[in-house]
Structures are given as C-alpha cells and as structure tokens.
C-alpha cells in the first residue's frame, strides 16, 4: 500500500490490486490526510478516478479534473504515506504560492496574490471586485486542499452526494487600504459555526511585505438543496466533516461590524434608479449564474460618479435574497443614509464619509436580489 | 557602490552620497542590468523615487511604486552586483511564480498561471477575456521586469519622456485547448519589429504538465502621443531601448495565420444587432478607457446563445480602431461569414465549425471601435 506523487500520478501496482477487486479497474478510494505540520493520517476517503494500465494516471479526485499540482494533496494513501517525488514537474513552492497552504495547525489556510494589471481600477489600486474575487478563490482553495472538496464549488464531499451546496446570505468587508498593481497580498481564511444551521467564514488581508493588516471580512453561509433550491439543516455526515476545521477567532470584533439591518429601498425611498442592467454572457460562472461578486459591479452602477472618483470605498455589506440568471434584467437603486446629515456636523469644513444604501433587484417582478449598504471615505481626506 | 535589496530596499551610504549631489536627497539613478544566466551589467538607467535618510528606502521605480518584489531587478547598481539578502522577505521561487522570469538568453519572458475559480465560464473552463488578460499581465510584467518601464502600462522610459504610449492595433489567437479552473499554464512572449514604426508581441501558451502548446497569439503596437491622440514614428531613442530584446520568431507560421481584412459590418450586411451595451464604471483601467480585453464580452453579446453554449471559440482576430470611453453607449453587430456554407458541405453528417465576422461601434456615430472575426469548433465534435 504505497504511492508515488509525479507530474502525472501513478498509483503504484500493490495499492491498484488491492483496490480494483472493490472498486473495478477505473476507480479507487485512498485516504489522504496531510497536516503541514506533523503528518497524520485520518479516515477521509477520497474518491479517485484513474486511467490507464500500470502505473494507472490519476485523472479525477472526487470528481474533479487533476494535475500534479493537486496530487500533492493525495499522496498519502492507505495507512502508509509515501512523500512525493521530488523530480515531479510541481515544486513545493509553486504549489504552495498558487494554491496556497494551511498555517496554524491547519486551522488557517493563506494563500498569497500579486495584484495583475487588470485587477485595478480608474484610480489604479485593486477594486472592491477584485478583493471579492480573491477572497472566493482563497475560500475555494481552502476546501479543495482540505481533501473535502466534493463536485462544484466549495461544496464537501457528503454535500456534493446529497446534492446540497453552499449559499452565502450575508458578506460585510472591510478596507483599510486598497492594493496598487504589483503589491503581493497575502489573504488568511477560516470557518467556525454560525448559529445551528449556518457557517461563518472570515478572511483577512494583510500586505506581504509589511504585514499590516489592510482588509477583514466575514461572511456566513447555508446549505441548499441544488435541485430543489430549499434550504436545508446541515447534515450530521457534513457537520463532522466540517468541525475540525472550525476556528472560534472573528476577523472584525463584534462592536465594528455592520450588524444594523439593510433597509428596502423602494421607488420612492430611492434617490438614483439605474435600469435595463443586462448580465452579459461573460457575466456567467460554471454554475450558469451570475456570479456573486458581479452583482458589486451592478450596485455601484447607481452610485453617482462624483462619489466613484472621489472616494474610496471603505465598507461594504452585502445581503443575498435571490439567484439571479441570465435572461433577468436588473434594476440598481441606490440612496444616502440618514446618518449622513448627522455625521457630516461633526466634520467641520473636511468633506464628510458619506453612507449608501442599495437595492439590486429584478427589472420585471421588482424581486430583490441583493440589498447593500456602503460607506466611503474621502480620497482627498486621507492625503491631508 | 553597493546595494542591498531586502523586503523594504535600502539603498546604502556611498551611493547615496555620490548620487545626491547629482540628484538631491529623494532621486537616484543606477543601472540595473541581470541576465537570469550570467549576471551583465549594461547601460540602462533606472530612476529612483528614494525616502527617509540612511540608509534610504526605495519609493519608486521609473514612477510606479515599488515593493521588495520589484526591487530584485534592481539590486545592481553602479557597476558593482549585490546579490539581493537571502533573508529578504522576497524569496525568489515567490518573484518567480508572481512576476515571471527570463529565459532563453533574456530573449522570452516567461510566467506561470494557475487558472483561478472566477476565470472560468459556464463551461467551466477559462473564458478568452481570461487568456487575453493573462497575456496581457504577461506582457507588462515582461517591460517591467526588462527595466525599461516607464510611467503607464508598457511604456517604457524613453516613451514616458516623450508622452507616448503603445497602442494595439491588432490581435489574433488561436486555442487548441481551454484550461480548467486549477490548470497551470505557462505563457512565454517575446516582441520583434512590425515594419519601421511597429511592434509584433507573440505568446504562446502551455499546458504547464504536459509542456503541450494550447494556445499562440500574435499582435500589433504602434506608438501613439497621449495628448494629441495622433500616431507617432518609433523615437530613435526608443528603438534602441527595444531593440536588443527583438527576437525574430513567429508563434504562429505565416500559412497559419489570419492575414485576411475584416469586411466592415453595416446595419445592411448584419444580420445580428444587440444595441445599448454600455459600459459599466467597473470597466475602465487605470488609463480610464475601456480595456482592450473588455471588448470581447460585447462581441460575443451579438453571438447567437446556441453558439456560447455548444462551440468552443477556436480563433480570434480583433482590429481596433478607435478608443471607447464610458460615456459612449455602443452597438455588438454580427454576421455568419459566407464560408461557412462552404466548408459545411464538406463536414457531411458532423456539425460544422462557423465563422462569424463581428463589429463593435458607437451608438451616437456609429463610428468603428473594433472589427472581429471569430471561429467557433462544436463542442460535440471534439468529444467524437
């Protein structure tokens, strides 16, 4: 019971003998369970598919199309665990650098990013959707590493066969400064329990080189039935899938996040309507829907341009109501909070923050999609 | 004459004094010059944005912020090598996997790309606004990395004095394969002359496993004067920066390539119009225009659904015409190209590859953006 790691995996011929008697010549369950640290070995089955005759190719893990740079992950099997070639195609480091790692005990996974050239924005730093995007890819690469990973997106292996998925409800972000084109970012995430039925996952951003902390996030998320779209308990198999992970430590202390409720703007609450927003094909992901981090996108769309140029955005809080596809045109309506007024006293002659509630939501029906809530700070005020 | 590069880079005593006198306390200029291979020191100056005292810490480079991972590239100065400190919080697998890397004699830059979760469309594979804005990424790392950076994407220094920028005025490419969401890819790219006042910019993708090429792309620059609007003659002074980087390869062999003009579509000859396509404050980059790689999703807006849904594109040409700004609303024009009848002929049973030919312009005028030609493989054909 041995295997080999290599750019292309190759299971070697006592550990496929033993497993094509159960399983047949194309499909075999090994046991991978790494930690960074000491290495251990758990019960997590692993569902693999292999192809050719001897040494068999890896081709599949649990479902999921794979090279050498996932294999790492699988190169332990059965009770005995087989360190990977060295001569592979996939060196530690560029494993670790693209796909991230697990840090403290295995409770923190971090991940590090280059901020590209077409991830900034008018004002040359990263944009609100490009900091959403690497926070989804680190979350994702999070699950995959954990050898949870199940079909689809971020969804377990006990999940993907009771065909249930992960839905965010809720995602609030918080940003303290925003990247340039060129800054390395390094990006912590971990989950804990969110109340019975509900997971929260946190995020921080920290700036590689400095380490000081420039973003937090937290978001909190529930299980759908894929086909049904209902909601569902979380399932006890998933729950102790889950739980090892659970970290008890919060990214944004109670007392400075947006735990008020987003009011619903209505026609006559919004001050700005935006209409006919149409999702583009390119606007779809793997799932056929509209991405989450496109509808930010959409809101800033009724956000006056003076407030686009002027201000950064330091806060966001996004409340999910509703899938939204392709053929659905969108309405984004957008007005200032009340608090504006209030606030804006206290700052003397300095320009003051300014506070936005938004509604992106069905063209047709009115249905809202998301509500959000966003707060900006001057540009012009943090050079003084 | 010696420098240390670390995390914050540090600049030490005697060439700060030497250079200030010359220059004042927060500018210096070195020379920094490496071969990946054997370590050269030649004449290209390098301006430098320095703050605090002793020793000073490095702010810009050629006018763009910098961090250690920059400061690699520039840890020669004078005519003496300093190897960059081996504690520095930039280890070199880190720049390498990042930012990219020379090879073959400094002639190919060359960078490494894992396909990241929200680069993949519904067909969960990389979309081609996801292969041409990692060519694109590939490409100003390439001029960065060269030390002939400039102000502004791709300029290099000689440009930036004389307030030029490169424009593309076309491109073309060809995808054997798309990559799935955690394939690695390796993009090499290289620039030769264009006749006398042009620039060609090839890349070639591979599948980083398999070292199988899947995509290869070439494209056209000339020189434009940022104020005026107006096209401009190669400088001498910027021909000599290029030139010892020109290598006279072709990624895709004459016979091969899509040399044909693009017929202009009219309101008459196209048998597609999606009109109203606006673009979105999301879309504008640093320059405040609309991307390049932005254009495709407007394009393919004008593709029938069935197409985006069962054809992989195989081939793209684009001509760019004209900039777009956000204001401008704009209009997707398409029309199945007339050889379509004739190679379905030949094709029997199987379902034909299209051809389509493609035009994007304003709304108001109806003036040119950009001319298209795309061609489209079933899906199901493949998999026979």
């Not at 530690?92 to 280059?114: D, K, M, N, S």
């Not at 996030?217 to 899938?241: C, D, F």
């Amino acid at each position: 019971m041995a295997a080999t790691c290599n750019a292309i995996v190759h299971i070697q011929e006592p550990f496929c003998k033993a497993e094509k008697k159960d399983l047949g010549v194309t499909k075999a369950v090994f046991y991978p369970w790494r930690n960074t640290n000491s290495i251990k070995l758990k019960k997590r089955s692993f569902s693999v598919i292999a192809s050719g005759t001897s040494p068999l190719n890896i081709d599949t893990i649990n479902g999921r199309k794979v090279n050498g740079t996932y294999v790492r992950e699988a190169a332990i099997i059965g009770n005995k665990i087989s360190e990977p070639h060295k001569e592979s195609g996939v060196d530690t480091p560029l494993h670790a650098i693209l796909l991230g790692r697990f840090v403290e005990q295995r409770f923190v996974y971090r991940q590090t990013f280059i901020i590209r050239s077409y991830e900034i924005g008018p004002d040359k730093t990263a944009t609100m959707e490009t900091l959403m995007n690497l926070l989804q890819e680190t979350a994702l690469n999070h699950v995959t590493s954990s050898g949870l990973a199940g079909n689809g997106f971020g969804a377990t292996r006990e999940m993907s066969l009771r065909k249930l998925i992960w839905v965010v409800t809720r995602i609030h972000i918080q940003v303290q400064r925003y990247s340039s084109w060129g800054d390395v970012v390094e990006i912590d995430t971990w989950v804990d329990a969110a109340g019975k039925n509900g997971m929260r996952r946190d995020w921080i951003i920290r700036d590689y080189h400095t380490q000081e902390i420039i973003t937090r996030a937290s978001s909190t998320w529930v299980i759908m039935n894929q086909e049904t779209r209902r909601l569902s308990k979380i399932p006890e198999q998933v729950r102790e899938e889950v739980i090892p992970f659970y970290l008890n430590r919060l990214a944004i202390a109670p007392e400075k996040n947006d735990n008020e409720k987003i009011d619903k703007l209505t026609d006559k609450t919004a001050e700005r309507i935006r209409s006919g927003l149409a999702p583009r094909w390119s606007d779809m992901d793997a799932n056929q829907h509209v991405n989450n981090v496109k509808y930010i996108g959409w809101i800033l769309e009724s956000v006056p341009i003076n407030v686009l140029e002027n201000y950064d955005l330091t806060s966001m809080t996004l409340e999910y109501r509703r899938e939204c596809r392709q053929s659905n045109l969108l309405e984004s309506l957008t007005t200032s909070s009340e608090t504006l007024t209030e606030d804006s006293n206290s700052y003397n002659n300095r320009r003051p923050d300014l506070e936005f509630t938004h509604l992106l939501r069905m063209l047709a029906d009115k249905a809202e999609i998301v509500r959000a809530r966003t707060k900006w700070h001057s540009k012009q005020k943090q050079q003084e």
